[in-house]
């Protein structure tokens, strides 16, 4: 069972997962479900080689849909067999005109399709390969069952997953969690969804450059502004016996490092907002 935050503010929830990330990672590893859905995935992706044998095998096609945050996309079998043929250099195909780029992180992962749309048999037998997919496997899982005790918390964590691959504001918008993590933390309103698509990356440039992120340290700037503001906006539900609180309660050295907590926030306007919905 993953460690609840239930009871926690976002930033103390946050030094909390990160404190106890590589024994929650272990704890999955070690449960029943997860590890047979692992052993699963493991045993038989090697004799896949196309789309059509991967949504044939449930198992194996949820496992990999939950790797990439697609598990509410798993009964669309031919939808998704479609974007995994698609030619993914085509900006006509439809892996390209879906506008969630987690769609295009699965075709290029799985890369059933080469550039020119010419099929291709890859070589899931590969460790490598295979470590990769199982580990981003644990890592959605965590995110997931954290969004759903706090879904604060669970932005952040998108956002530090995905923050490496950020390389312009169409980025940013192709995925809801950054979009509600940069209209955040920037406090930029809820109207800027009903302009066109270009005229917010307009905006949103004048409002901050990305090429920022590439410090850590700004990064931990953004992700504590964002988690004060969030905090504000979308209060969390608190619970007074919580496990993790009892636990912080208990643990003098762990509350030193989680509870001083400081910001520097430029005044900026609290309001409901959402660029993807």
């Known amino acids: 069972m993953v460690l609840s935050i239930s009871g926690l503010s976002s930033q103390i929830a946050l030094k909390l997962i990160d404190s106890t990330h590589d024994s929650q990672i272990e ?25 059509e044998d991967l949504v044939k095998d449930y198992e194996v096609y949820s496992f990999v849909m939950k790797a990439f945050d697609l598990e509410d996309q798993i009964f669309g079998k031919a939808m998704i067999r479609k974007v995994l043929e698609s030619d993914p250099d085509d900006k006509t195909s439809l892996v390209n005109r879906l506008t969630d780029d987690r769609f295009i992180d699965l075709n290029e992962a799985l890369g059933f399709t080469a550039a020119g749309g010419e099929p291709v048999v890859p070589d899931f037998n590969d460790t490598a390969w295979q470590d990769s997919i199982v580990n981003q496997y644990y890592e959605q899982t965590l995110i997931n069952s954290y969004s759903e005790e706090n879904e604060n918390v669970g932005v952040a964590l998108e956002f530090r997953n995905a923050v490496d691959d950020i390389e312009s504001w169409y980025d940013v918008l192709a995925n809801e969690d950054l979009t ?51 905090d504000i906006q979308n209060p969390q539900a608190t619970a007074v016996d919580s496990p993790a609180l009892s636990m912080l309660q208990n643990s003098t050295s762990l509350t030193s490092s989680i509870i001083e907590i ?5 005044p900026v306007g609290v309001s409901t907002y959402s660029l993807n919905r």
């Open 262 to 266: 400081t910001w520097d926030m430029t």
């Open 27 to 51: 704890t999955l590893a070690n449960s029943g479900q997860h590890e047979r859905a692992v052993e699963a995935f493991r045993d038989r992706i090697g004799s896949i080689t196309s789309a």
């Open 180 to 230: 509600d993590f940069f209209l955040t933390a920037l406090g930029l309103p809820e109207e800027m969804a009903a302009i066109d698509v270009d005229k917010q990356v307009s905006l949103l440039s004048k409002s901050y450059d990305l090429d920022k992120l590439a410090d850590p340290a700004e990064r931990e700037r953004l992700l504590t502004t964002y988690l004060a503001i969030a």
